[in-house]
């Protein structure tokens, strides 16, 4: 299953609400994930199953979508969150993910 | 506080082969499948392996079948990864994972590179 992420990049100013998408080659229903990479660190995980938040997020990160269509939603960007995001169906094998986005400041 | 700490990257020749180590501390290493994920310099991540809680089960993308074989010991909370027949392409830092149908927890990962 092929994840599609756009935009590649997105450049933003801090305190400006955006959504980011992940389009899935065939139906995973919402077995989709969503991680944060920030440089020179390890993933970690924002959402899981499309839209079930994780303990510790910050509550500005949400997800939506099932099917073929996801959002992640950050409500007013902070500095921190300048980073890239990939999401990640867990539907299938192989486990894929899609090729992220990278959010910039503006 | 879950841990996971990755050892035995390095440099390799092509064709030759290396084996990882992954220490698992803070969780009850056998209740959870485990696996290892990759990210090529400057790239995206890619899953690599996994394999289920008794080993029992293990699973691999195609480019590495035949060549990568994970395994996991439970009684020293340990997961491995043996890379044979190593090709440039497998130049990577490699994460080591717990799989709760999403990869919950990360590894600081290890450099692997392929060159000669």
């Known amino acids: 299953i092929m994840l599609t992420q756009s935009p590649a990049t997105l450049s933003v100013t801090p305190g400006e609400s955006i959504s980011l998408s992940c389009r899935a080659s065939?139906?995973?229903?919402?077995?989709l994930h969503w991680y944060q990479q920030k440089p020179n660190e390890s993933p970690r995980v924002l959402i899981k199953?499309?839209?079930q938040s994780i303990s510790g997020i910050p509550s500005r990160f949400s997800g939506s979508g099932s099917g073929t269509d996801f959002t992640l939603n950050i409500n007013r960007v902070e500095p921190e969150d300048f980073s890239v995001y990939y999401c990640?169906?867990?539907?299938?094998?192989?486990?894929?993910f899609g090729s992220g986005t990278k959010l910039e400041i503006k | 506080e879950v841990q996971l700490v990755e050892s035995g990257g390095g440099l390799v020749q092509p064709g030759r082969s290396m084996k990882l180590s992954c220490a698992a501390s803070?969780?009850?290493?056998?209740?959870?499948?485990m696996a290892w994920v990759r990210q090529a310099p400057t790239k995206g991540l890619e899953w690599v392996a996994t394999?289920?809680?008794?080993?029992?089960?293990?699973y691999y993308r195609d480019s590495v079948k035949g060549r990568f074989t994970i395994s996991r010991d439970n009684a020293k909370s340990t997961l491995y990864l043996q890379m044979n027949s190593l090709r440039s392409e497998d130049t990577a830092t490699y994460y080591c994972?717990?799989?709760?149908?999403?990869?919950?927890?990360w590894g600081q990962g290890v450099m692997v590179t392929v060159s000669s």
């Open positions: 990640q169906q867990s539907n299938s094998w192989p486990l894929t």
């Open positions: 065939q139906s995973i229903s919402t077995n």
């Open positions: 199953y499309a839209s």
């Open positions: 994972t717990r799989l709760n149908y999403h990869f919950d927890y």
């Open positions: 803070g969780f009850t290493f056998s209740s959870f499948p």
């Open positions: 394999i289920s809680t008794s080993g029992g089960s293990t």
